[in-house]
């Protein structure tokens, strides 16, 4: 069973960065396919952004529209942890954000903007609010 652990959100004023951790329990961490979620106050939960797992020839990122020049998705399979750097927040990014990861060891799911159907391990997410 993987459990997931977001970490890194917070305050942070229109035009500022952070960085979202997702660390994980399971030393096979590298096979598994790695996305991040967001939901904002009276919406439903979005796909922002996924990675693909070992299983990948090369690694596959893959953003929303809403992020795309602006985060940045990566992951450190020794440190069994994936990230989410993001820049130039504004108000609208501001939601609970969620890490989550499926099991991929022969392909990757993250061939496009990430499906809440297409993993099965969630984070318990982590608030980020973009406020001056």
């Known amino acids: 069973q993987l459990h997931l652990m977001e970490s890194g959100g917070g305050l942070v004023q229109p035009g500022g960065s952070l960085r979202l951790s997702c660390t994980a329990s399971?030393?096979?961490?590298?096979?598994?396919?790695i996305a991040w979620f967001r939901q904002a106050p009276g919406k439903e939960r979005e796909g922002v952004s996924c990675i693909s797992s070992r299983s990948s020839r090369s690694i596959i990122t893959t953003y929303a529209d809403s992020v795309k020049g602006r985060f940045t998705i990566s992951r450190d399979n020794a440190e069994k942890t994936g990230y989410l750097q993001m820049t130039s927040l504004n108000v609208e990014d501001t939601a609970v954000y969620y890490c989550a990861a499926v099991f991929s060891p022969r392909s990757s799911v993250c061939t496009g903007v990430p499906m809440e159907s297409q993993y099965y391990f969630w984070g318990r997410g982590t608030q980020v609010t973009v406020s001056s």
């Open positions: 399971l030393h096979t961490f590298d096979y598994y396919d």
